[in-house]
């Protein structure tokens, strides 16, 4: 009776969310379009603002941080290939709002695609993810390092420090081994 109600229950969720499975081109123009005019028109403001007094900025930079984040939404589902049905249409948008984000758009939907493929398994450990220790490595590890997880691992740490760490350092330092056509330097995948 159970498997049945669960297997009912997934069906009805697909037929829900059926009609977001596939790009909308009004939709996404229309995203687009909501999303980018408010952005560089709160950052004009922002700039224009400064010049009268840096309270009145504050908030309009604020503003502007929010649709910098619905610009790198639109960016992350360029990068799944889900905002059109063009591939090349996703990567020229999914480019230009990177540089929005100050994200390089090759190099984050590549590494992204590796993190989808590993998450949750510990034998794929290393690329676009938390740190996760086992619980035997965590008690077999030295007390530098456990304090060190501890602190990682903190809410303060992790969604505050953590993405500043990832996306104004990280996304900023080529790995050693890059050349130019890898997805790492920006090239095509």
Known sequence: MNRITNLEGKVAWQK?????????????????VNTLIPFFALFYLSLRSLEISFWLTLPLTILTAGFMIRAFIIFHDCGHGSFFKSQRANDILGFVTGLLAFTPYYRWKHQHAIHHATSGDLDRRGVGDVYTMTVQEYLDAPWWKKTGYRVMRNPFAMLLIGPLIVFVIGERILPPRANARSPACGGPT
């Open 16 to 32: 829900i969310v059926a009609a977001y499975a596939r790009p909308d081109l009004p939709r996404s123009i229309w995203q687009i």
